[in-house]
T-cell receptor, first 108, second 124 residues
Framework: EIVLTQSPGTLSLSPGERATLSCRASQYVSNNYLAWYQQRPGQAPRVLIYGVSSRATGIPDRFSGSGSGADFTLTINGLAPEDSAVYYC?????????FGPGTKVVIK | QLQLQESGPGVVKPSESLSLTCSVSGGPIRTSSYYWGWIRQAPGKGLEWIGNIYYDGSAYYNPSLKSRVTISIDTSRSQFSLRLISMTAADAAIYYCARRYGAYVGEEYYMDVWGKGITITVSS
C-alpha cells in the first residue's frame, strides 16, 4: 500500500500570501491518480485538483497543482479567508485509494 | 446537479452491524463512467477510503476492512449501500458516500461528488 506523507502539518499565513503544501508518496504514483481535496470545518471534502494539475469545476485559478513521481505540490496563490481548511492529497494504486494525513491552513 | 444523501442509524451497539444507504439523485447511477463508494473520517482524524462499487455490482475494498465490509448497489432504486459488521468504538466516524470519477485505465481517478456525511456513534 502506498503511504502518503503531507507537510507541513499546519501552515499559518496571512491573506494574500502564498501557501505551498507538499505530498510525498512512499512509491511512484501515476499522474492520473493524484488528487487534492479541501475540507472546510463541518463540511464534506471537495476536490480541488485531479490528475496532479487539473483544476476541478468551479475551483479558482489561485489553486494549482504540480509534481510527478512521488513528490507533489499544491500551491495556493493570494490566500483568501475562505481558504482556511484542511487539505488532503489522495492517490490510487493496485485497486486501493489512500489519503494523506492532511495539512491544516490557518489564515491569520 | 447530482446529489448524494446518506441515511442510516446514528448509533450502533458494539459488536453489531452498521447498514448505511446512499441515495443518488439528479443523475443516473447506472452509468459506465463512474464508480460509487464510501469514505469515513473518525473524529478529528483524516479520511479513510472504505471501498467502491460499479453499476454492475463489482466491488473492491480497503484491505484493512475487507473482512468486515460489503458494498452493494440497487440501480432500480438509485441507491448503494454499506454494511460493516462487528462494529467497535474504532468504527465511530462520519461516513461519506461519494461518486468516483474514472472507470477506465488512462482516466483520472478521484471522488468528484460527495454527500454531506452521516455521523455514526458506537455505544451500548
Amino acid at each position: 500500500e502506498i503511504v502518503l506523507t503531507q507537510s507541513p502539518g499546519t501552515l499559518s499565513l496571512s491573506p494574500g500570501e502564498r501557501a505551498t503544501l507538499s505530498c510525498r508518496a512512499s512509491q511512484y504514483v501515476s499522474n492520473n491518480y493524484l488528487a487534492w481535496y479541501q475540507q472546510r470545518p463541518g463540511q464534506a471534502p471537495r476536490v480541488l485538483i485531479y490528475g496532479v494539475s487539473s483544476r476541478a469545476t468551479g475551483i479558482p485559478d489561485r489553486f494549482s497543482g504540480s509534481g510527478s513521481g512521488a513528490d507533489f505540490t499544491l500551491t495556493i496563490n493570494g490566500l483568501a479567508p475562505e481558504d482556511s481548511a484542511v487539505y488532503y492529497c489522495q492517490q490510487y494504486a493496485s485497486s486501493v485509494f489512500t489519503f494523506g494525513p492532511g495539512t491544516k491552513v490557518v489564515i491569520k | 446537479q447530482l446529489q448524494l444523501q446518506e441515511s442510516g442509524p446514528g448509533v450502533v451497539k458494539p459488536s453489531e452491524s452498521l447498514s448505511l444507504t446512499c441515495s443518488v439523485s439528479g443523475g443516473p447511477i447506472r452509468t459506465s463512467s463512474y464508480y460509487w463508494g464510501w469514505i469515513r473520517q473518525a473524529p478529528g482524524k483524516g479520511l479513510e477510503w472504505i471501498g467502491n462499487i460499479y453499476y454492475d455490482g463489482s466491488a473492491y475494498y480497503n484491505p484493512s476492512l475487507k473482512s468486515r465490509v460489503t458494498i452493494s448497489i440497487d440501480t432500480s432504486r438509485s441507491q448503494f449501500s454499506l454494511r460493516l459488521i462487528s462494529m467497535t468504538a474504532a468504527d465511530a466516524a462520519i461516513y461519506y458516500c461519494a461518486r468516483r470519477y474514472g472507470a477506465y485505465v488512462g482516466e483520472e481517478y478521484y471522488m468528484d461528488v460527495w454527500g454531506k456525511g452521516i455521523t455514526i456513534t458506537v455505544s451500548s
